[in-house]
Nanobody, 126 residues
């Protein structure tokens, strides 16, 4: 069992920055890949970014590439999403997720992850 809790979401003006955190407890955090997803009202949950167990490999959605940075500190059992140059279209609930079991498909899909946090709201005003 793994528990995830996101924090850091808030209202911010366009062009601003936020850093989201995802604190994990339970299993050994450093063994598993993690992802960030977001869901805007009326839309499906979409992939934002992913990071492998060591932090040596990362991936981003085209919509955030060059603006967002994913990282992790395994000693602190925490993952981060640094969000820069925020746009109103980044407004969504942001979720972190972890994959503790084998999954053969793409890490872009929510199905790849078996534990999720409750989410944190990010609102970007224009």
């Amino acid at each position: 069992q793994v528990q995830l809790v996101e924090s850091g979401g808030r209202l911010v003006q366009a062009g601003g920055s936020l850093r989201l955190s995802c604190a994990a407890s339970g299993r050994t955090f450093g063994n598993y890949a993690m992802g960030w997803f977001r869901q805007a009202p009326g839309k499906e949950r979409e992939f934002v970014s992913a990071i492998n167990w060591s932090g040596g490999s990362t991936d981003y959605a085209d919509s955030v590439k060059g603006r967002f940075i994913i990282s992790r500190d395994n000693a602190k059992n925490t993952a981060y999403l640094q969000m820069n140059s925020l746009k109103p279209e980044d407004t969504a609930v942001y979720y972190c997720a972890i994959r503790t079991r084998y999954y053969s498909g793409s890490h872009y899909t929510p199905s790849a992850y078996n534990y999720w946090g409750p989410g944190t709201q990010v609102t970007v005003s224009s």
